[in-house]
């Protein structure tokens, strides 16, 4: 199956800072992959739907300028937190879709977020 | 609305069986997944399930009946190491996932 990284794995910021996570897929060709957000003891959440060469598809409720999606090419595509905030502190984790077929979808390894 | 409902967690014995249960409202349906998801990481796919029936792999095997809106995951000759949330999802007539809360799995010696 296709193998997905994320970039960094965890990390710590001051509150109103920008933090970039980084969604690669590193054998596959995606033309379209998600971000999903997870709070403790709670499901996944999708936050939007990332799209290659045009605008993310955002989820009610999820803030398209605090989160700001980029997906440049067919392996890679970034989440930035702007100006987080401890409410923001999270476990962030992207995926993909596998081909036409749609039945099979790879998650990165998520990311940890902590903001203080 | 859509609405996925699995219990919210299950206790075994080590060497037993389980079943976790998975039903679910979407508008549309395009397979039912299971995902394993261990604390604090990703989840991992476990198994797809798009016609009636049961899918075996291994010790694991998921069952669906479409027109119940039913699934189940049975986990079989359980080990320590399946202690983990279960996640139930479908992809609905969107190709989008609708997920279930989990089900934490706690398995005891």
């Known amino acids: 199956g296709a193998v997905v990284s994320q970039h960094p794995s965890w990390v710590i910021c001051k509150s109103g800072t920008s933090v970039k996570i980084e969604c690669r897929s590193l054998d596959f060709q995606a033309t379209t992959m998600f971000w999903y957000r997870q709070f403790p003891k709670q499901s996944l959440m999708l936050m939007a739907t990332s799209n290659e060469g045009s605008k993310a598809t955002y989820e009610q409720g999820v803030e398209k300028d605090k989160f700001l999606i980029n997906h440049a090419s067919l392996t890679l595509s970034t989440l930035t937190v702007t100006s987080a905030h401890p409410e923001d502190s999270s476990f962030y984790i992207c995926?993909?879709?596998?081909?036409?077929?749609?039945?099979?979808?790879?998650f990165g390894p998520g990311t940890r977020l902590t903001v203080l | 609305g859509q609405n996925i409902d699995q219990p919210t967690e299950m206790t075994a014995t080590e060497g037993a069986i389980v079943q976790i249960n998975c039903t679910y409202q979407t508008s549309g349906f395009n397979g039912l997944f299971w995902y394993q998801q261990h604390a604090g990481e990703a989840p991992t796919f476990l198994s797809y399930?798009?016609l009636d029936g049961l899918e075996e792999k291994g010790r694991f095997s998921s069952f669906l009946s479409r027109s119940k809106g039913y699934s189940y995951l049975l986990l079989k000759e359980l080990q320590m190491k399946d202690s983990a949330s279960y996640l139930c999802a479908v992809m609905d007539s969107n190709y989008q996932l609708i997920w279930g809360a989990g089900t934490k799995l706690i398995i005891k010696p």
């Open positions: 399930n798009v």
């Open positions: 995926s993909l879709l596998s081909g036409l077929s749609y039945n099979e979808q790879f």
